[in-house]
C-alpha cells in the first residue's frame, strides 16, 4: 500500500497494490472512492464532500492524499480550470517525489503523454512515455505497466515507429498473461490490429479488432471510449476493403457508445471517421459538411493531428467536387500541420493528395516535383523501418523500391507499390518472434512466481501481509532492510482483550480483526524499519530512534481505537497496549534486553488500565 513504507515505493519484496486496491485496505467502504467517482459527473458536489470529509480527519495515509489530490484534479479538469488543474498537477508531481512514489510519478508522466498525443505532440509524448515506463519499472507496479505499455505503443504507433510501438505492445501481451481478466487484453488486441493496418494486412487486422471487440464486450467495467475506437478501426479496415455496408455497420455501432461523458477528443475522432466513410460512400457534400465540424472541434481542443487529418479528408472530398481552389488552401492547411508535427506518415498522404489537386489546377510541373519528393521520403521511411525490422529479428536485410509510373493529362505520375508479398514474410517473421519472446516470458515469469513464493512462505505471515519473526532474527545478523548506522527502538504491541474478540464473535472475525489492526499500524511504518507479526495478537516494530518516539507511538493507539473495526455487519471498538524500548545499535538487539525492557513496558502498560503506551526512560 501507498501509506505503507515499501509496498508502495521501490520495493522488491512486496507485490503493489492498485490505489483502489490500497484505499479499500483501510476501509472496504472508504468515503473517497465514491467521493471520486462522483467528481466525474458532479465536481462540485464532490468538492464540497471531499472538504467535509477532510475536516473530519486529523491525519492521512499516503494513499488517502493522493486521493485528495486527484478528486481536486478531476473536478478542475470538469469544470474546465486550466489554472487549477496545472497547479495541482504540480502538487502530485511534488507528492510523488518528496515521498518516493514512484508508481503515483510513473502515473502523472503516463497523464501527461496522453494528453500530448492527443494534442499531436508526439515527441514530447515520447518523453514523458519513456520516463513513465522507467518509473513503473522501479516501482514494480505490474497493472500500472499494462497502461504504461499501451500508451507507449500509441505514441510510437503514432509517428510511424512501427518497431517501437510492437516491442512496447509485446512486453504488453507478455505482462498481460498474469492478468487474463484485464481490459488490456482487449486494448493489445486492438492495437495488433492497427499495426496490421499500417502494414495493409486488412484481413489480420479484422481478426485482432474483432477479437478486441469480443474481448471487451465481456468486461463488466468496459470504458465506453475503448470500445468505440475499437469499432472504428473496424469501420475503418471495412472501407479500404471495399466493404462499405460493413464499414457503415461499424460506425452505427460506435455511436451507440457516444454519451454525455464522451471527451470532445472522441466526438472529433468520430467526425472524422464519418467524414472519411461518407467520401468512399461518393456522399461529398456531406462528408465536407462533417470534416468542417472536426476541424472547428479539434481546432477548438487543440486537437492538431485530428485537426490535420480532417483538413486532409476535407480537401480530397473538395477535389472530388472539382472545388480545386479549396482544396488546394485545405491541403496546404494539413500539409503545414503535419510538418509542424513531424509526422511523416500523414505529411506523405497529404502531399500525395496536394499533387493531384495542383495537377487539377493545370500546375503539372509543381505537381510532378511534389510527387517525386514524396516518393523519395516514403522510399526512405519504408527502407528504414524494413532496416529496421531486419535488425530486430535478425533476418537478411531487405530493400523495397516503387517505380515511377506515367498516367495522363500531360503528367507522368509517380506511384509507389509495396512488394506485399514480402510484407507478408515480415509478418510472418515478426509473429514467429513473438512466439519466442511469449515462450521465453512465460518461463522467466514461471521462475520469478516459485521465488517469489518461497521468499513469501519464508518471510511474510499469510494472515495479515506483516512480516514474520524469521525476517527480523535475519535483520538483526546481517541487516538488508535495516540501516546498520542508525539506533532503534523496539515496540511491542499487543490487542487489549483479544482472546474476549476470539471467545465472543469466533476465530473468523478474530483473524479479520488481526489483518484490519495489522493494516492500520502498517501505516507508520517508514523506509529502513520492520513490521512483524510475533505471534497470536502481538506485533512488533523496529522503528528508527528519534525524539519524539511517545508521540509517535500514541498516534498509533489513536489510529486504532480512533474508528470501529468492521466485521460484516458488527462494529467493535479494538484497542492496544504498547511497550517501547530505549533506542540502541542494531548490534545490540541481538541480546534479549531490548525485547525484554519492550515487554516490561508492554507489562506496565496492561498494569496501568491497558490502551496506554509505556516508553523505558533509561536503557
Known amino acids: 500500500m501507498v501509506s505503507s513504507s515499501r509496498q508502495a515505493t521501490n520495493t522488491a519484496t512486496a507485490k503493489w497494490l492498485t490505489p483502489e486496491a490500497q484505499l479499500k485496505r483501510i476501509a472496504p467502504d472508504h468515503p473517497l472512492l465514491s467521493i471520486y467517482e462522483r467528481a466525474k459527473t458532479e465536481p462540485a458536489t464532490a468538492l464540497k464532500a471531499l472538504s467535509a470529509w477532510r475536516e473530519s480527519r486529523q491525519s492521512l495515509s499516503h494513499i488517502e492524499q493522493v486521493y485528495l489530490l486527484w478528486t481536486q484534479r478531476r473536478a478542475a479538469q470538469k469544470m474546465g480550470n486550466d489554472t487549477k488543474f496545472a497547479q495541482i498537477k504540480r502538487e502530485i508531481d511534488t507528492f510523488a517525489v518528496t515521498n518516493q512514489l514512484d508508481w503515483l510519478a510513473a502515473w502523472s508522466a503516463q497523464e501527461d503523454a496522453k494528453r500530448a ?17 522507467n518509473l513503473a519499472k522501479s516501482a514494480q507496479a505490474e497493472l500500472l505497466l499494462l497502461e504504461i505499455y499501451n500508451t507507449a505503443g500509441v505514441a510510437y504507433n503514432a509517428t510511424n515507429d512501427l518497431i517501437k510501438a510492437q516491442q512496447y505492445f509485446l512486453h504488453g501481451i507478455k505482462l498481460v498473461g498474469a492478468y487474463p481478466e484485464s481490459d488490456f487484453n ?31 464486450a465481456l468486461s463488466p467495467n468496459s470504458n465506453p471510449n475503448y470500445m468505440l475506437v475499437i469499432l472504428l478501426n473496424q469501420s475503418f ?20 457508445f457516444k454519451n454525455k461523458q464522451t471527451s470532445e477528443f472522441y466526438k472529433a475522432i468520430l467526425l472524422k471517421s464519418e467524414a472519411r466513410l461518407l467520401l468512399l460512400e461518393g456522399d461529398t457534400r456531406l462528408a465536407i459538411a462533417k470534416a468542417q465540424l472536426c476541424i472547428q472541434l479539434a481546432k477548438q481542443e487543440v486537437l492538431a493531428k485530428q485537426q490535420g487529418i480532417c483538413a486532409l479528408i476535407q480537401a ?34 497529404s502531399q500525395f493528395t496536394r499533387s493531384q489537386i ?27 523501418q524494413l532496416s529496421a525490422l531486419n535488425s530486430a529479428l535478425e533476418i537478411q536485410q531487405i530493400a523495397q523500391e516503387r517505380d515511377l ?36 516470458g512465460v518461463n522467466t515469469r514461471l521462475m520469478r512466481k516459485d521465488n517469489r513464493r518461497l521468499h513469501d512462505l ?67 511504518v517508514q ?82 488500565g491497558r490502551d496506554r503506551v509505556e516508553v523505558q526512560t533509561k536503557p
Not at 492527443?118 to 515506463?133: C, N
Not at 510472418?428 to 519472446?437: P, R
Open 316 to 349: 480530397q472530398a473538395l477535389y472530388q467536387q472539382n472545388s480545386l481552389d479549396e482544396a488546394a488552401i485545405l491541403i496546404n492547411q494539413a500539409t503545414q500541420i503535419f510538418t509542424t508535427l513531424n509526422h511523416q506518415r500523414w505529411l506523405l498522404r
Open 405 to 440: 509510373l506515367s498516367a495522363k493529362h500531360q503528367l507522368s505520375k509517380l506511384e509507389l507499390l509495396v512488394d506485399k508479398q514480402r510484407l507478408r514474410l515480415l509478418a510472418l517473421w515478426l509473429f514467429a518472434a513473438v512466439i519466442i519472446l511469449i515462450w521465453l
Open 117 to 133: 498525443i492527443r494534442a499531436g505532440e508526439l515527441a514530447q509524448a515520447q518523453l514523458a512515455i519513456e520516463h513513465s515506463v
Open 527 to 608: 523506509p529502513q524499519e520492520l513490521f512483524i507479526r510475533w505471534g497470536g495478537e502481538e506485533f512488533l516494530m523496529v522503528l528508527k530512534a528519534r525524539e519524539n518516539i511517545q508521540d509517535a507511538v500514541e498516534k498509533m493507539a489513536s489510529a486504532l481505537r480512533s474508528e470501529p473495526f468492521e466485521l460484516g455487519e458488527l462494529r467493535i471498538s479494538v484497542t492496544a497496549s504498547f511497550g517501547v524500548s530505549a533506542s540502541r545499535p542494531i548490534a545490540n538487539l541481538d541480546d534479549d534486553s531490548a525485547f525484554k525492557a519492550a515487554d516490561q513496558c508492554l507489562y506496565r502498560a496492561k498494569e496501568l
Open 458 to 524: 519464508s518471510y511474510r505471515d499469510p494472515l495479515t501481509g506483516a512480516s514474520n519473526r524469521r525476517l527480523y532474527h535475519q535483520e538483526i545478523h546481517t541487516p538488508s532492510v535495516l540501516d546498520k548506522k542508525a539506533e532503534y527502538h523496539l515496540v511491542i504491541i499487543d490487542l487489549d482483550h483479544f482472546k474476549r474478540i476470539n471467545d465472543t464473535y469466533g476465530h473468523d472475525k478474530g483473524d479479520i480483526v488481526l489483518a484490519i489492526a495489522a493494516a492500520r499500524l502498517q501505516r507508520f
Open 358 to 384: 495542383l495537377e487539377g489546377l493545370g500546375e503539372s510541373s509543381n505537381a510532378l516535383n511534389v510527387l517525386k519528393a514524396a516518393h523519395t521520403q516514403e522510399k526512405a521511411m519504408i527502407i528504414g
Open 237 to 256: 479496415a471495412y472501407g479500404r476493403l471495399g466493404q462499405l455496408s460493413d464499414a457503415r455497420e461499424k460506425f452505427q455501432q460506435a455511436l451507440t
Open 186 to 216: 482487449a486494448l493489445f488486441n486492438n492495437n495488433l490490429g492497427l499495426l496490421y493496418v499500417h502494414l495493409e494486412q486488412w484481413q489480420n487486422a479484422l481478426l485482432h479488432l474483432g477479437k478486441a471487440q469480443e474481448l471487451y
